[in-house]
């Protein structure tokens, strides 16, 4: 898996068909971007994120140099921590270690090409596939906002996770 800096008015296309209906949209989103994706309103959001919270979208390339994933950097904590936010698959990559290998390559960029000392992401409670692949690349739960989000008359959970680059392996 090779992992590139997302382009603008070209990646869109690829990350918009990644979230294949509305539940599945806020669960990668939190409703951050609207469904369903226009290149205007999402490109739009990425760059007012970049703008304020210098966050660096990336998208994630199998071998033939198709589009499989999305994700996005943080640094915070005066760049000793790293955010991975909005993870997503391509839905027909889903189920194949996908996940896993762009999760670790994410982990990979920011232990190697920033000063972060640890990655952190938080995920949905009810989102057990997502959690356990951030679990097998070496995140640890580290906390639990019960009914932290509304969707669809639904409560769900918001699971902090963390992987510590001395417990990192490639």
Request: proline fraction near 3%; hydrophobic fraction near 40%.
């Amino acid at each position: 898996m090779k992992i590139r800096p997302y382009i603008y008015g070209v990646d869109h296309i690829s990350v918009a068909s990644f979230g294949t209906d509305e539940r599945t949209h806020a669960l990668w989103s939190a409703n951050i971007f609207r469904y369903p994706l226009t290149q205007e309103g999402f490109e739009g959001k990425l760059r007012e994120l970049e703008a304020n919270t210098g966050d660096m979208p990336f998208i994630a390339e199998n071998g033939k140099g198709e589009a499989v994933g999305f994700f996005s950097i943080e640094l915070y904590n005066e760049g000793r921590d790293a955010m991975l936010k909005f993870v997503i698959v391509s839905p027909s990559h889903r189920g194949e270690g996908t996940g896993l290998q762009l999760v670790k390559a994410a982990a990979e960029y920011a232990f190697n090409n920033t000063t972060a000392g640890a990655v952190t992401l938080n995920v949905f409670s009810v989102n057990e596939k997502a959690r356990r692949c951030y679990a097998a690349a070496g995140f640890e739960e580290v906390s639990v906002e019960p009914s932290a989000f509304a969707y669809n008359g639904e409560m769900w959970g918001r699971c902090s996770m963390r992987l510590e680059a001395d417990k990192w392996s490639r």
